[in-house]
Structure formats: structure tokens, C-alpha cells
């Protein structure tokens, strides 16, 4: 049984930062965050597994994904943050062993409930 919870979203300014943490429970080896903004598509935004970490090329640079083994929490650190990264974000997690990255969506098996980060000018 593995289950995902985020907190941490928030409205902030253009330029602003945020942190989003995702509690896990559970065994996983892949996690990543993926997010879905109104009337689009969901999208990967990171992965960490035991590979490494990839990130989407619209956020390399500004986010950092990691973790942290003692409190079996998946962190998302957003910089600089821009009215274009509003959207719903997901927390997403796998016990699968090979590559864990951020754009293999079907990949990743169990996801949390989502929390909402709005950027504004």
C-alpha cells in the first residue's frame, strides 16, 4: 500500500519562491511531480529514482526535486517562479526498478490528491 500526500501550495508572486512536500508511505523506488494547468494536458515536472534525477526543460534551473529517507519526503523547491507554472501539482510515486523520469507518466503508479500553486504578476 503506498499513499501520497502534498501540502504546501499556495499563491505567490512572480519571482517568489515555494517548497511543496509529499509525505510517502509505503515502499517506492521512482517518485516525481507532475502538473496540470486549466485546460491543459498534465505534465512532468521531475522524477528522482535511484538513477539520478531529469527534470522538464521549462523548469531546469528554477526547481530542485529531492528527498529525504528519515521522514519519507519528496520535496519540490521552486525558484524564481513564473505565471506560467500555475497549475495543479501531483506528487507521483513507482516500486518499479529501471529508469524513473519525468516524462513517463504511465510509469508511475500511484499519485496524490494534488495541491494548487497559483503565480500572479
Known amino acids: 500500500q503506498v499513499d501520497l500526500v502534498e501540502s504546501g501550495g499556495d499563491s505567490v508572486q512572480a519571482g517568489g519562491s515555494l517548497r511543496l512536500p509529499c509525505k510517502v508511505s509505503?515502499?517506492?523506488?521512482?517518485m516525481g511531480w507532475f502538473r496540470q494547468a486549466p485546460g491543459k494536458a498534465r505534465e512532468g515536472v521531475a522524477a528522482?529514482?535511484?538513477?539520478?534525477?531529469t527534470y522538464a526543460d521549462s523548469v531546469k534551473g528554477r526547481f530542485t526535486i529531492s528527498k529525504d529517507s528519515d521522514s519519507n519526503t519528496l520535496f519540490l523547491q521552486m525558484d524564481d517562479l513564473k505565471r506560467e507554472d500555475t497549475a495543479t501539482y501531483y506528487c507521483?510515486?513507482?516500486?518499479?526498478?529501471?529508469?524513473?523520469?519525468?516524462?513517463?507518466?504511465?510509469?508511475?503508479?500511484?499519485w496524490g490528491q494534488g495541491t494548487q500553486v497559483t503565480v500572479s504578476a
Open positions: 507521483a510515486a513507482d516500486s518499479r526498478l529501471g529508469p524513473c523520469v519525468y516524462y513517463d507518466q504511465p510509469g508511475f503508479k500511484h
Open positions: 509505503g515502499f517506492v523506488l521512482c
Open positions: 528522482i529514482g535511484e538513477q539520478g534525477k
